[in-house]
């Protein structure tokens, strides 16, 4: 089982830029696909972006070309840069850990990180 710990997340203007950081431990993180999925109070948890063990990454047409993924396979460690921040960012952001097939299923979470943007 792979444990996952989230920090980064707070308080930000809209415009303005976070980075969240999800540390992993328990498994081979090397070997896992990783992503980031969201949920905002009263909507369903939806994904948001996912890099492979390789770093090749996709992203949900609501973050693209705002929020950049990667991983330090060294650190196991995967990282969440968002910019151009939105009020409609709004959401506790959670990391996650499984496999793709049409789109990313998950059997690890973290705890989740809340991110607020402000208008």
């Known amino acids: 089982q792979v444990q996952l710990v989230e920090s980064g997340g707070g308080m930000v203007q809209a415009g303005g830029s976070l980075r969240l950081s999800c540390a992993a431990s328990?498994?081979?993180?090397?070997?896992?696909?990783m992503g980031w999925f969201r949920q905002a109070p009263g909507k369903e948890r939806e994904f948001v972006a996912a890099?492979?063990?390789?770093?090749?990454?996709t992203y949900a047409d609501y973050v693209k070309g705002r929020f950049t993924i990667s991983r330090d396979n060294a650190k196991n460690t995967v990282y969440l840069q968002m910019s151009s921040l939105k009020p409609e960012d709004t959401a506790v952001y959670y990391c996650?850990?499984?496999?793709?097939?049409?789109?990313?299923?998950?059997?690890?979470w973290g705890q989740g990180t809340q991110v607020t943007v402000s208008s």
């Open positions: 328990g498994r081979t993180f090397s070997s896992s696909l």
């Open positions: 996650a850990a499984g496999w793709w097939i049409d789109t990313m299923k998950v059997d690890a």
């Open positions: 890099i492979s063990r390789s770093g090749g990454s």
